[in-house]
């Protein structure tokens, strides 16, 4: 069905920039919608942001609001992530996700997920 693959993860200093991309493969909806999840050593996967792929429409986590932007290029099928002001905090693998239907930060609302690119920012 569905195949996310992630890139573009890797290691930085705070207050540098990262853009993670996620490349989709196979069958989408109109109501298609891809998200960005993050998952740090003993923690909880967090929903990080979301786009709905036909109209573009972006939601985001207060903790990434003004910093990360969420696009996608329909063309190539692909949804990136620009992290801009990267802090320590921000140091988790990160996972692309897709579910049919409206936005979600709920992960176990999504069907399809990457498996994950590794962001680490040191201080």
């Known amino acids: 069905q569905v195949q996310l693959v992630e890139s573009g993860g890797g290691l930085v200093q705070a207050g540098d920039s990262l853009r993670l991309s996620c490349a989709a493969s196979?069958?989408?909806?109109?109501?298609?919608?891809m998200g960005w999840f993050r998952q740090a050593p003993g923690k909880e996967r967090e929903f990080v942001a979301a786009?709905?792929?036909?109209?573009?429409?972006?939601y985001y986590a207060d903790s990434v609001k003004g910093r990360f932007t969420c696009s996608r290029d329909n063309a190539k099928n692909t949804m990136y992530l620009q992290m801009n002001s990267l802090k320590p905090e921000d140091t988790a693998v990160y996972y692309c996700?897709?579910?049919?239907?409206?936005?979600?930060?709920?992960?176990?609302?999504?069907?399809?997920w990457g498996q994950g690119t590794q962001v680490t920012v040191s201080s």
């Open positions: 196979g069958r989408t909806s109109s109501s298609y919608t």
């Open positions: 786009i709905v792929w036909s109209g573009g429409w972006t």
């Open positions: 996700a897709g579910r049919i239907g409206g936005t979600s930060t709920t992960a176990y609302h999504y069907d399809h």
